[in-house]
Nanobody
């Protein structure tokens, strides 16, 4: 798959929104399920949202359901994470990851994912 590059992080007040993007290099983007994970200081990296190869299956952590939306544009080799109604506890470094798969699926386990981006910081102030 090559390289994953996240962007769109920043500082926002509680209740605000951010839109993260993850651009993938290479020509096989549609062969990968994509996931967003996050890691707060002193905590383990955790699953946030995932989307299947075609976009037909989406899954979210309970903590973000109803507030976050994951989408992808296979023509642009990009996956997005729209984050609304942000809370201070959403503050973390957000990573995108790629899971090579032949099936339509979304997995939540970190170990499944083959490629990772470098992360982008999202900070929510109270």
């Amino acid at each position: 798959q090559g390289q994953l590059v996240e962007s769109g992080g920043g500082l926002v007040q509680a209740g605000g929104s951010l839109r993260l993007s993850c651009a993938a290099s290479g020509r096989t983007f549609s062969a990968y399920a994509m996931g967003w994970f996050r890691q707060a200081p002193g905590k383990q990296r955790e699953f946030v949202a995932g989307i299947s190869r075609s976009g037909g299956i989406r899954d979210y952590a309970d903590s973000v359901k109803g507030r976050f939306n994951i989408s992808r544009d296979n023509a642009k080799n990009t996956v997005y994470l729209q984050m609304n109604s942000l809370k201070p506890e959403d503050t973390a470094v957000y990573y995108c990851a790629a899971d090579w798969t032949l099936s339509e699926r979304v997995r939540t386990e970190l170990i499944i994912y083959d490629y990772w981006g470098q992360g982008t910081q999202a900070t929510v102030s109270s």
